[in-house]
């Protein structure tokens, strides 16, 4: 079974610019999640999705966004970019209850200059 | 919210000794606990976890031990070998409530031969 897959790996943005990650499930799998990682902050959780609906969300501004798709395939959307935004994007899913069991990415580089 | 801490923040140990991670956490409400093993430039993979109706999981060379008095989970790794040589993460969340997990800042285990 093929695993976790997103796009694009890495990515060089401007201040200001928006940016649309893609992540694809492992097949079967209804729960998507998504993470940033970065050496200060650490892991930190984004939002869940699970069958097209966003049922969980972290901390995080309005700036990030995401949706999900009827074949569980998700993006992530971050609008005006600030240099903090940097970051490994990492998505993870699960096939039951969000969390349970959950199957990582190799994530999206993002360096915004 | 919920606040996981996470010590050391580095151990070396010799290959064939053990190593003990532990984390600590502030919600009560926290039934799931799962640890990640993430290796350099690779994606986080879960290596063990535990639920909260449980005191102990054991996995190979791997358990995991889980005091909800004290609220604090252990991540034990006997025999250690390199390739256990990585950073760990622990991480807290309410599996099947509201699922907003929060992770402690990683743990990198080095293994010396």
């Known amino acids: 079974k093929a695993g976790v897959t997103q796009t694009p790996r890495y990515l060089i943005k401007t201040r200001g610019q928006q940016v649309t990650l893609s992540c694809s499930p492992i097949?079967?799998?209804?729960?998507v999640s998504w993470y940033q990682q970065t050496p200060g902050q650490g892991l930190q959780f984004l939002f869940e999705?699970?069958?097209?609906?966003?049922?969980n969300k972290g901390n995080f501004p309005g700036r990030f966004s995401g949706r999900q798709f009827s074949n569980s395939r998700s993006e992530m959307n971050v609008s005006t970019l600030e240099l903090g935004d940097s970051a490994l994007y990492l998505c993870?899913?699960?096939?039951?209850?969000?969390?349970?069991?959950?199957?990582f990415g190799p994530g999206t580089r993002l360096t915004v200059t | 919210g919920e606040n996981v801490e996470q010590h050391p923040s580095t151990l070396s140990v010799q290959e064939g000794d053990s190593a003990v991670i532990k984390c600590t956490y502030s919600?009560?409400?926290?039934?799931?606990f799962p640890w990640y093993k993430q290796e350099l430039g690779k994606r986080p993979q879960l290596i063990i976890d535990?639920?909260?109706?449980?005191g102990e999981k054991k996995d190979q060379r791997i358990a995991v031990t889980l005091n909800k008095t004290a609220k604090h989970f252990s991540l034990h790794i006997t025999e250690t070998q390199p390739e256990d040589s990585a950073v760990y993460f622990c991480a807290a969340s309410s599996f099947g409530g509201s699922y907003i997990p929060t992770f402690g800042r990683g743990t990198s285990l080095i293994v010396h031969p």
């Open positions: 097949s079967g799998h209804r729960s």
């Open positions: 535990i639920r909260s109706n449980v």
């Open positions: 919600d009560s409400a926290s039934n799931y």
């Open positions: 993870a899913s699960s096939a039951g209850t969000p969390g349970y069991e959950q199957y």
């Open positions: 999705y699970f069958s097209e609906t966003q049922r």
